[in-house]
C-alpha cells in the first residue's frame, strides 16, 4: 500500500453520514492521467448517496493524484455543497456579491454580465494561487462545477507544489527550510480591478476578514506528510525576515520554477465536468477566454488546517 493510502483518515471524511454501500458503484475506478498530477473518476453519479467505501477510495485517491475529475455529472448546487461538506466545513468567500442566491457556500465564478453586472467572479483565477492561502486556515481543496463553457479556451491549469519542492536545487532548498513568508488578499487586488473594474471596492469589514498571514514556504500535507511549496504570485508577498530585493528574488524564482511544464495538467472542460482539487499540494491558475464567450462555474471551497 502507498504511503498516501495508508495516510490516517480525517474526521470528517470518517465521521460523515454516507449510504450502505450499493452495486452501482461496484464499478467505481480511478484512471489516473499521465503526467504529473490528476485522474478520472470512472463509474460515480454525485447526484446518489455515496457509501462510506467510495468516500474513502476518493479520499485516498485526492491525496494521491491532487485532482479528481468527475464526467457529466448533472448535480444541483444544494447536492454539490453536500458532497464538498464530506471532506470538511465550506468557507465563504470575502467577496460576498458573487454568491450564488440561496448558497452563500456557493461562488459563482464567471465572466458574464447581466443586465449591466457581473453575476459572478470573472477573473478568480488570474494569477497562480492556492485558494484562500491568505487565510489562518487556508483551504484543504476546492470543487468546480462547469455551468456553461466557452466554444475556445477557458481551460484550468494545475501545478503540483510537491514535485516543484523535489525537483528544486539543494541549495535553495536548505535556503528555505525554515521561511515564512507573508500572504495577503489584497496584494493583486489594485491590479485586478485595473483589469476589471466592476470589481467592488472593499469594506472596512471586508479588510479586517483578510489580514495578512504568515505560513511556512514549505508545507508539509498534514495527511501524507509529503513536503510542498507554499507560495505563489496572486498572495504571497514577501519572505519575512530577509531584505526586500533578496524576497522578491527569491519569489520570482520560486514561482518560475513551480509552473515549469513538467509540473503542470491542464483541464480542458467538457460539459457537467466536476473537479475537485488538493489546495494543500497545488496551485491553479485560470487560463482565460475570449470575453464575448459565456463561462460560468459554481465553487465550493473546503476549509484545511494551519499549515505547518
Ligand atoms: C478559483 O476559483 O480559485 C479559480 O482560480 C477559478 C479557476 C477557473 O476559473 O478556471
Not at 75 to 91: A, E, H, K, M, W
Not at 160 to 180: C, F, G, Q, S, W
Request: with cysteine; net charge neutral; charged share 20%.
Amino acid at each position: 500500500m502507498s504511503a498516501v493510502l495508508s495516510a490516517a483518515v480525517p474526521s470528517a471524511v470518517k465521521n460523515a453520514a454516507v449510504n450502505a454501500e450499493t452495486s452501482r458503484e461496484a464499478s467505481l475506478h480511478i484512471r489516473p492521467f499521465e503526467g504529473p498530477l490528476g485522474a478520472e473518476v470512472i463509474g460515480l453519479d454525485l447526484a446518489q448517496p455515496l457509501s462510506r467505501k467510495a468516500l474513502l477510495q476518493l479520499h485516498a485517491a485526492h491525496l494521491e493524484h491532487h485532482v479528481l475529475v468527475f464526467r457529466d455529472q448533472r448535480i444541483t448546487p444544494q447536492q454539490q455543497v453536500n458532497f464538498s461538506r464530506l471532506f470538511g466545513p465550506l468557507q465563504i468567500h470575502v467577496l460576498r456579491n458573487f454568491q450564488l442566491a440561496g448558497h452563500p457556500e456557493v461562488l459563482v465564478v464567471s465572466n458574464i454580465v447581466e443586465d449591466g453586472k457581473p453575476i459572478g467572479l470573472g477573473d478568480a483565477g488570474h494569477f497562480w494561487h492556492s485558494d484562500l492561502s491568505y487565510k489562518e486556515r487556508p483551504s484543504l481543496g476546492s470543487m468546480l462545477h462547469a455551468q456553461e463553457l466557452p466554444a475556445e479556451g477557458g481551460d484550468t491549469l494545475f501545478a503540483n507544489m510537491h514535485l516543484a519542492y523535489d525537483t528544486l536545487p539543494e541549495a535553495v532548498k536548505r535556503e528555505i527550510r525554515y521561511a515564512r513568508a507573508e500572504h495577503s488578499y489584497l496584494k493583486q487586488y489594485a491590479e485586478l480591478q485595473r483589469r476589471s473594474p466592476w470589481r467592488p471596492n472593499l469594506t472596512q469589514a471586508q479588510i479586517d476578514e483578510v489580514k495578512p498571514v504568515v505560513h511556512p514556504v514549505v508545507r508539509t500535507h498534514p495527511e501524507t506528510g509529503r513536503q510542498a511549496l507554499f507560495v505563489s504570485e496572486h498572495f504571497t508577498t514577501r519572505i519575512v525576515g530577509i531584505p526586500e530585493d533578496a524576497s522578491a528574488a527569491l519569489l520570482k524564482e520560486l514561482f518560475a520554477h513551480s509552473v515549469k511544464p513538467a509540473h503542470v495538467y491542464r483541464h480542458e472542460w467538457r460539459p457537467h465536468d466536476m473537479v475537485f482539487w488538493d489546495n494543500r499540494s497545488l496551485m491553479h491558475l485560470a487560463a482565460g477566454c475570449p470575453a464575448d464567450q459565456r463561462r460560468k462555474l459554481y465553487r465550493t471551497t473546503i476549509e484545511g488546517d494551519v499549515p505547518y
